[in-house]
């Protein structure tokens, strides 16, 4: 029986339908829901900050620069923190009991460590389809969960458009 699911968020197209998903599973089952969501440099949306162990080096990137960052950064973690506050009243507000955390670390470890502590019985998260390149160079969050996670894993598809299956057959025509 589950009685604590954790729900892996991010700023994705198909964020809002693993937390339908994870929505309707908590509510037949009675458990508990956990939001979470790993801030990231790599994360759509995220600002983009220069090398910063050598500053000298990037004449550019001034005390200036890095001030606009920090405001950037503060306002994509207060966005971060606005999704999950709405996502968890919609829960209560049906009689899910629910609470969400925002971390910020690498989104793959940070899931499955958040999975141990909290004693997670189910990881409920999406899966952007990389495929090829994207997926040898910038990894896949939801394959290296599945891997390594300490309980059961639910992925959601993004679900693919005309146009996305374009993409993708194109794509492996042109690495085959």
Not at 52 to 67: D, V
Not at 71 to 79: H, M, R, T, V, Y
Not at 125 to 151: D, I, K, Q, T, W
């Amino acid at each position: 029986m589950l009685k604590k699911i954790l729900v892996a968020l991010d700023r994705s197209q198909i964020a809002k339908q693993v937390f339908e998903e994870a929505l309707a599973l908590a509510k037949g089952t009675q458990a508990n829901l956990l939001l979470l969501h790993v801030l990231s440099p790599t994360e759509e949306g995220s600002p983009y900050l220069p090398m910063l162990s050598n500053m000298e080096y990037y004449p550019g990137f001034t005390s200036q620069s890095f001030e606009l960052y920090q405001k950037q950064w503060d306002s994509f973690k207060n966005e971060g923190v606005e999704i999950l506050q709405s996502f968890s009243a919609q829960a209560n507000t049906i009689g899910v009991s629910t609470e969400f955390r925002q971390m910020v670390g690498h989104p793959g470890p940070t899931i499955c460590k958040i999975a141990t502590t909290w004693d997670a019985d189910l990881i409920i998260m999406g899966r952007r389809g990389r495929s090829g390149l994207a997926e040898l160079f910038l990894g896949s969050v939801s394959n290296y969960v599945l891997h390594h996670a300490p309980c059961s894993i639910h992925i959601v598809h993004h679900p693919i458009s005309v146009q996305n299956a374009e993409k993708v057959v194109a794509e492996t025509l042109s690495n085959a």
